[in-house]
């Protein structure tokens, strides 16, 4: 984090940092991705590693901050996997939440650390937007409902375009295009994108539409509107309470499941913004990274030096 204050030194993660560096503080945000594996083998190994971890992390008396994201992950884990998560759990200080809808269960205290927006880190663009087309961006999983978008979209007035711009399975892949077989006007790009061809893609469009079936919080939103991007989200705690804080017209809330109205709706309401901002001057980084310096130096030993933090 370039915003933090000096005496915060990074490690990003590595098993070999892990088990053998010298850190002061452990901060996770996803740890399942710590030992899941699609190979039985090299699951069982990680899974080997993190209890090894772990325990050093108990021997050795180091601190432990967790940045929730979502209650629960969006693809559940094994009997193996949870009871290892559990005994991070215990070890676990401080659990930062990114909005007041996101609680985890417990007697731990909590920080709420909004996200960041990405105004200062994305590249410019020079791309024009198209008339009529709505863009999806992001990994494209079964939870997010791309194919009822592609569904959606086909019955909608307004829209004329739409780009799915994403990394997805070969099964995802095939069953989307599948969806949208002869449709000329719906484009994919599969698999993974610079940070210039996310921004350019974005700017085609008028409106992000993410037709998530549940959303607690989102990057992929955020970026859309450190863009200027007017986005189509559903209505969810945390998504009302995002279109307070950055200004109501630039969320299109829906309700249930997506309708062709919702994208019209949002096609509408995009073209009345003349040029305005989002509000996310709550989300810039220099308050986040006092903010998470806070939270380090309350966990640490009063005569620490440095705070030196271990992030994955």
């Not at 350019?200 to 008028?206: A, K, N, R, V």
């Not at 307070?244 to 994208?263: A, H, N, R, Y």
Request: neutral net charge; without cysteine.
């Amino acid at each position: 984090m370039r915003e933090a204050p000096s005496a915060v030194q990074f490690k990003y993660f590595s098993w070999r940092a892990a088990l053998f560096g010298r850190y002061d503080l452990f901060h996770v945000h996803w740890p399942e991705y710590l030992v899941r594996h699609n190979n039985l083998l090299l699951r069982a190994l990680k899974q080997l590693l993190f209890l090894t971890f772990v325990t050093r992390l108990i021997v050795k008396q180091v601190p432990v901050v967790r940045t929730f994201h979502n209650l629960q992950p969006h693809t559940p884990g094994s009997r193996i996997e949870n009871l290892l998560l559990v005994i991070l759990e215990k070890r676990t200080s401080v659990y930062v939440v990114l909005n007041e809808t996101v609680l985890p269960a417990g007697s731990k205290p909590t920080v709420l650390i909004p996200h960041g927006h990405y105004i200062k880190t994305l590249p410019g663009s020079e791309v024009e937007p198209i008339p009529g087309r709505i863009v999806y961006f992001g990994r494209i999983e079964p939870y997010k409902n791309v194919d009822g978008l592609i569904e959606q979209y086909k019955k909608a007035r307004r829209a004329m375009s739409l780009s799915v711009v994403g990394k997805a399975s070969a099964l995802m892949q095939e069953s989307l295009m599948m969806k949208a077989k002869g449709n000329s006007s719906i484009v994919f790009k599969f698999g993974f994108v610079s940070d210039q061809e996310m921004v350019d893609e974005i700017s085609q469009g008028e409106v992000v539409v993410l037709p998530y079936k549940e959303m607690h919080n989102s990057g992929v939103l955020l970026v859309a509107l450190s863009l200027g991007k007017p986005a189509l989200v559903p209505r969810t705690a945390a998504n009302v309470a995002l279109s307070e804080e950055v200004g109501q017209q630039w969320l299109t809330l829906f309700d249930d499941e997506l309708q062709p109205s919702d994208i019209d709706r949002a096609l509408q309401h995009a073209q009345n913004l003349h040029g305005s901002k989002p509000r996310l001057v709550r989300r810039d980084w220099d308050n986040i990274a006092r903010s998470y310096f806070h939270v380090y130096k309350s966990i640490l030993p009063e005569d620490a030096d440095e705070i030196e933090e271990k992030n994955d």
